[in-house]
């Protein structure tokens, strides 16, 4: 079971990216899969999650607007695009997914989210400057 993060990069503010989450060794629609970030000196955070449920997706409030989390099924891959970006969002950006299935976005935005969120791979630094 492995998630890999990728897709970052230097971007200037107000500028766009769009990283990827590819997962092996199970199928992403089982399972809550959430981005986190962890800025510099900061604790790492939950940005968005979506459901296996519905699908449904979830934003913290720093990024609701700006950032749009998908899954493609067939690639077996999360999306996070990110638009509008400011130097406040940068970070280094990493995927994880519920550690049961019976695990949805419930908790991701929690600072105890490491209790629910697993399979931690190699994140992805994305620098917001001019």
């Known amino acids: 079971v492995q998630l890999q993060a990728s897709g970052g990069g230097l971007v200037q503010p107000g500028g766009s990216l769009r990283l990827s989450c590819a997962a092996s060794?199970?199928?992403?629609?089982?399972?809550?899969i959430a981005w986190f970030r962890q800025a510099p000196g900061k604790e790492r955070e939950g940005v968005a999650c979506?459901?296996?449920?519905?699908?449904?997706?979830y934003y913290v409030d720093s990024v609701k607007g700006r950032f749009t989390i998908s899954r493609d099924n067939a690639r077996n891959t999360v999306y996070l695009q990110m638009d509008l970006l400011i130097p406040g969002d940068t970070a280094v950006y990493s995927c994880?997914?519920?550690?049961?299935?019976?695990?949805?976005?419930?908790?991701?935005?929690?600072?105890?989210?490491?209790?629910?969120?697993?399979?931690w791979g190699q994140g992805t630094l994305v620098t917001v400057s001019s």
């Open positions: 994880a997914k519920g550690l049961r299935r019976s695990i949805g976005c419930t908790y991701y935005s929690e600072s105890y989210h490491h209790r629910y969120y697993g399979s």
């Open positions: 060794g199970f199928s992403l629609d089982e399972y809550a």
């Open positions: 979506i459901s296996s449920f519905d699908g449904t997706s």
